[in-house]
């Protein structure tokens, strides 16, 4: 597929989650990083798109990659940790143009006090939580979704 902006795609994973698959199994389950953005990447075909898959621990790693693909179709985003408290993702997200569908792979709201505040979700074209692993493919769809509303 040749790089087309409009009908790509980023998945962008945020601090730890390149441990899934190994970190909290009873609460992230067992599949790994790597066998979600092979499912992503297989129902972006499916659907007409490119999925650029991206993970990184940093704060800014995150903030570079989100600036990148700010006029691609979207960003799909489990920010991880960063949901709570970073005002530079959050400032990142609001600064472009592509809708971005925040993803949480448990129900945030179950869990801790503090992880019950999002300062990215305000900006955020769509918001999925608590359905697993498979919240990511919803979270393409919905940014797709997104995507040809904004175009229309």
């Known amino acids: 597929m040749t790089f087309d902006p409009a009908r790509t795609v980023l998945l962008l994973n945020g601090p730890n989650l390149n441990l899934l698959g190994t970190r909290d199994p009873a609460q992230y389950g067992t599949v790994t990083l790597?066998?979600?953005?092979?499912?992503v990447k297989a129902l972006?075909?499916?659907l007409g798109v490119e999925v650029v898959c991206a993970q990184t621990n940093s704060e800014?790693?995150?903030v570079d990659h989100i600036h990148r693909?700010?006029?691609w179709a979207g960003v799909v985003m489990n920010p991880g940790a960063y949901a709570h408290y970073s005002i530079a993702l959050r400032d990142a997200v609001e600064a472009i143009e592509a809708p971005v569908v925040e993803v949480h792979i448990s129900n945030v709201y179950a869990r801790e006090e503090f992880r019950h505040t999002s300062v990215t979700a305000p900006v955020v074209a769509g918001y999925?939580?608590?359905c697993g692993v498979f919240g990511y493919e919803l979270g393409l769809r919905a940014v797709l979704r997104?995507?040809?509303e904004h175009r229309s």
């Open 44 to 46: 972006g075909t499916e």
């Open 146 to 148: 997104r995507a040809a």
């Open 60 to 62: 800014g790693g995150m």
């Open 128 to 130: 999925v939580a608590g």
């Open 69 to 71: 693909a700010r006029h």
């Open 34 to 39: 790597t066998e979600v953005e092979e499912r």
